[in-house]
């Protein structure tokens, strides 16, 4: 306790504590918090030095006070700066305490490969486009060189729509005379004809929609995603198709995956093509997910005249080449997702969803 | 359609050097796909795909025919053997002993050929043939049998056999059949046709056989057949397969009669049937042979431009235009511009000049054409906005975290006037949908069963109905939270308007609805794209800083926030900017940014405005600033 203390001496008593202090501070490895309330607290000398000001004559406490206040004020400063010096102690940072991350969601998987697709395509002038998922008949069939009754029909498990034209044959809409069968699209190439009919030369077109097929199992879902390139100009060769081909494989497979192609038959493309993929699981040498090495990827073809002109175009002028693949297949064959059942990404489970 | 080949069988037809390795590597490049060789030495068999037009090529001497054109252009020797079109079949004029009365229509069956055998019996096949059968995945039965089996195998020519002493009245007369008319097929199935199916009855007008499908069972071969009928036909192909779709009788005679065969093969396949019949099952011929052919079949030219040639292959010889096509059996006759080729009799498929530079193409090798990106200019085509749209805002609701969905378009219940499909793969997808919600919330709830904390989105097509024609595909947003979120919801709805330069206007573009275990936000996206206006508009930085200050009120009861800023915001021109701060039990805090673009605001002239402000809220709401 300090007693009978003059003014000058208790000035003297503070700007010598300010000194001490500021160095304590300066030096002390402690917590801040500790060193705080050492030096500011209530059991500090400064809180006794305070206390002796009242003791003073009245005439010099408000003189003596603003030192007081002055002291206080450096020793906070001091403290301050040493609160903005990195400190190592672990009951006030953890750096292995986990970080604030930016909220994280996720797009479906085919959303994913949908939008690299279009990336890779755009880059060689292919566009994308959305013709019908719900379409005449003629569109997906008849205009591609398919009668009604052709057996090349049976490659597609198709679902009928019901028809919304009257029963009636007399009350039938003449604009849809050749319109009367509906059908869910069983593939993209329903585009086709349409994208032929906005009557604007050259073509060059991605065409992704959804598609059904009245199937289901460990590699197939009713309804599923396809992409469909057009492109139509004049003298168009294999060869062109070859390079559009190896294009996006190159950048969507990456290099060492080759592909081949072999002879098939399509009604609307003559010729016709089946593309392989080598498998990426056992790198060409045959195993239980491929064929001999190869996956089979889809169809691709020259445009049949037929179609052209189904279209309006004259394939004496014209000629093209298409190509039609699902996605979540392709997409499958690129990742070795090890995804064995294809139905998972139609589960719609957010504990699936949410590993992409 | 696939075929197993044994390799063996496959060298009865194919005289080469090559292994059964080299020979599915090749025909997969340049012919018909095959997929897997199964087994070793005498056991190998070939599992290939032979795509739907080409029936000629569905046996194993079309197979043989292919690899004789391919083999050569990997370097190895082919010989086609026992070619069939070679023969050219006499039969000498044997005493009608057994008669048979036919009759038939040449528009539903081109060629009929038909004889009688005595003596026959029926037992089993020889090894070999047996073997044959075996490898190929078809069942021996007998002999007799067999051979028709092994015909259709060898040649891709069907075959049938039929019991002599079970016709009646020795007479058989092919017609179109009336509707409902029964017939039991040799597997045992009772049919009532549809009408206009290709049959045979005999004379007591008894159906014996449902044509190019499956024999009747009344009429079939059995053990104790000794006089037989071997018989060997074409058939008009549209018939065939109506009637097979609509019975769901699928058979290999079906699936290759209904692709159109050669009337050409058929006689000396029918010859090869009659030495075999004697050879194996002892069976001696009782009567002239029938050969019912009355239109012959016409050869087809096709003329291709040999521009088209090139520009379809590119620089290739003329060598490698003729060899190949006449490797198939095409004759070839080149011209200075263009190329002339006759089509052999079994290759309807081809008709016109792209069928002709196909076949070069894939002997030439696709393999072997340089692959080439078009040089020509890109199309300009402008990008679809809908489309656009659709990934910029799927991409941020990711990364404002939330997790996409995809479900099915097709729903069980209709609500309303949805579309129907006519033959659902299951009852839980018979209609399209007309809304979001009617797929989304049945899985929203399945995944709250192991979730509690759920933020997800669909943006994806529905269905409206337009009279008379399709569908109107249209793209809506659903986004459902877990718990009552409203604040959320009505946020995210906020940022969405405020992207597509929309004032907010929920009503007019979707739904916001908390229930008791969820919120959804429901929003006609496509409405939202046709009206975007995101053009963003520049206003001058301003020189003059803002003065910033909270005004807190008290409020009371059912107080609601929005209309007061409303309100403020319009008070006057100073006020730039008013924003919500905090809600604590009956206090309610805004922040003011007053603004004037010319000049520092003064405090005098702030006084003014606040104490506007604070005379509007207390008229209007009745609320007064927090005593502090």
Not at chain 1, 43 to 55: D, F, G, I, N, Q
Not at chain 2, 167 to 179: E, F, P, Q, V
Not at chain 2, 248 to 267: S, Y
Not at chain 2, 413 to 422: D, P, R, T, V
Request: glycine share 6%; hydrophobic share 40%; net charge neutral.
């Amino acid at each position: 306790m300090i007693e009978n203390v003059s003014s000058a001496n208790l000035i003297s008593l503070l700007i010598e504590y300010e000194q001490i202090t500021r160095e304590e501070i300066r030096t002390s490895t402690e917590p801040s918090e500790m060193i705080k309330l050492k030096v500011l607290g209530s059991k500090s000398k400064l809180s006794e030095l305070t206390r002796a000001l009242s003791k003073l004559p009245k005439e010099d406490r408000s003189r003596v006070g603003l030192v007081v206040n002055q002291v206080k004020t450096s020793i906070e400063s001091e403290l301050s700066k040493k609160n903005t010096e990195p400190v190592q102690s672990r009951n006030t940072f953890d750096p292995t305490m986990p970080g604030i991350r930016p909220p994280v969601g996720h797009l479906h998987i085919v959303s994913q490969a949908i939008m690299e697709i279009t990336r890779i395509f755009e880059r060689i002038g292919f566009i994308r486009v959305r013709h019908p998922e719900v379409d005449w008949d003629w569109y997906a069939f008849e205009s591609l060189n398919m009668p009604l009754h052709h057996p090349a029909r049976d490659e597609w498990e198709t679902f009928f729509i019901k028809s919304q034209v009257p029963n009636s044959k007399s009350q039938k809409n003449t604009k849809h005379a050749k319109f009367d069968k509906m059908v869910l699209t069983p593939h993209t190439s329903n585009g086709q004809v349409r994208e032929m009919e906005k009557r604007k030369l050259p073509i060059r077109m991605i065409n992704i929609a959804k598609c059904y097929r009245r199937q289901i199992d460990v590699s197939h879902t009713p309804m599923f995603h396809q992409f469909e390139g057009l492109y139509v100009d004049k003298n168009v060769s294999i060869a062109h198709l070859k390079g559009v081909m190896d294009f996006f494989f190159t950048h969507f497979y990456g290099p060492g995956r080759i592909s081949r192609i072999r002879p098939f038959h399509f009604q609307f493309t003559e010729p016709s093509f089946e593309i392989d993929v080598s498998c990426g699981a056992c790198a060409g040498g045959g195993c239980r997910l491929c064929k001999d090495g190869w996956l089979e990827l889809g169809g691709a073809g020259m445009v049949h005249p037929n179609v052209l002109k189904a279209g309006g175009i004259d394939p004496e002028i014209y000629s093209g080449f298409a190509f039609g693949w699902g996605i979540e297949r392709t997409y499958m064959m690129k990742s070795g997702t090890s995804l064995d059942d294809v139905r998972l990404l139609y589960s719609n489970d957010v504990r699936f969803l949410e590993q992409f | 359609m696939n075929i197993l080949i044994p390799d063996m069988w496959l060298r009865e037809f194919l005289k080469t050097d090559a292994k059964p390795s080299d020979i599915a590597r090749c025909l997969s490049l340049c012919g018909p796909s095959i997929e897997r060789v199964h087994g070793k030495g005498n056991t190998t068999v070939y599992d290939i795909e032979i795509t739907g037009n080409r029936p000629d090529a569905m046996s194993v001497s079309g197979i043989a025919r292919e690899s004789v054109a391919i083999l050569p252009r990997f370097g190895f020797k082919a010989q086609f053997i026992n070619d069939p079109y070679i023969l050219k079949p006499i039969f000498p004029n044997i005493p009608d002993t057994l008669p048979l009365f036919l009759k038939t229509d040449p528009t539903l069956n081109p060629r009929w050929t038909s004889v009688v055998f005595d003596g026959v019996k029926v037992g089993p096949s020889d090894k070999k043939i047996q073997k044959y059968l075996e490898l190929s995945g078809l069942r021996t039965i007998s002999n007799v049998v067999d051979i028709t089996n092994y015909l259709m195998h060898a040649y891709g020519q069907p075959a049938h056999v039929f019991d002599y002493d079970k016709i009646s009245g020795h007479t058989m007369t092919l017609r179109a059949s009336k509707k409902g008319e029964i017939l039991t097929t040799l597997d045992g199935k009772k049919h009532t046709l549809p009408g206009g199916d290709i049959v045979i009855e005999d004379k007591t007008g008894t159906l014996i056989d449902l044509c190019g499908i499956m024999g009747g069972e009344n009429s079939s071969v059995t053990n104790n057949s000794k006089r037989v009928i071997l018989f060997l036909q074409t058939y008009n192909p549209v018939s065939i397969r109506r009637t097979s779709m609509a019975l769901a009788q699928r058979t290999e005679a079906a699936t290759l009669f209904e692709k159109g065969l050669d009337t050409e093969l058929v006689l000396p396949v029918f010859s090869i049937g009659m030495r075999m019949m004697g050879s194996a099952a002892g069976g001696r011929v009782a009567g002239p042979v029938t050969d019912i052919y009355p239109e012959r079949k016409k050869t087809r030219t096709v003329v291709v431009s040999k521009n088209k040639i090139l520009a379809y292959i590119g620089p290739i010889k003329d060598t490698d235009i003729t060899t190949p096509l006449e490797s198939l059996g095409f004759t070839v006759r080149m011209r200075e511009e263009r190329v002339e080729v006759r089509v052999p009799s079994w290759r309807d498929d081809v008709a016109i000049d792209v069928d002709i530079i196909e076949e070069i193409a894939r002997i030439y090798g696709y393999h072997t054409i340089q692959s080439a990106l078009p040089a020509s200019a890109p199309p300009n085509t402008p990008i679809d906005p809908m489309l656009m749209w659709e990934e910029n805002i799927k991409i941020r609701l990711r990364d404002w975290g939330y997790t996409e969905l995809l479900t099915y378009s097709m729903i069980a219940q209709n609500e309303g006037s949805a579309y129907k499909i006519l033959n659902p793969l299951s009852s839980d997808w018979v209609y399209m949908r007309t809304s979001l919600k009617q797929s989304v919330l049945p899985v929203v709830h399945e995944n709250l069963k192991n979730t509690k904390d759920l933020k997800v989105f669909e943006l994806s097509h529905v269905y409206v109905h337009k009279h008379n024609d399709l569908p109107k595909e249209t793209l809506h947003l659903i986004v459902v939270w877990s718990g009552n979120r409203f604040l959320e919801a009505k946020g995210l709805a906020e940022a969405l308007f405020d992207l597509f330069g929309i004032k907010y206007n929920l009503p007019d573009f979707g739904t916001l609805e908390v229930s008791s275990d969820i919120t959804v936000l429901y929003l006609d996206f496509a409405k939202m794209v046709e009206l975007a206006q995101p053009r963003k508009a520049y206003t001058p930085i301003p020189k003059y800083p803002p003065a910033i200050e909270d005004l807190s009120f008290e409020v009371t009861g059912d107080f609601r926030i929005g209309p007061l800023m409303d309100t403020v915001k319009t008070l006057h021109p100073l006020i730039y900017r008013v924003t919500f701060l905090d809600a604590y039990q009956n206090f309610r805090t805004i922040r003011i940014e007053y603004l004037d673009t010319t000049k520092n605001l003064s405090d005098d002239v702030i006084r003014k405005v606040r104490q506007k402000i604070l005379d509007a809220v207390r008229e209007k709401f009745s609320v007064t600033l927090k005593n502090v």
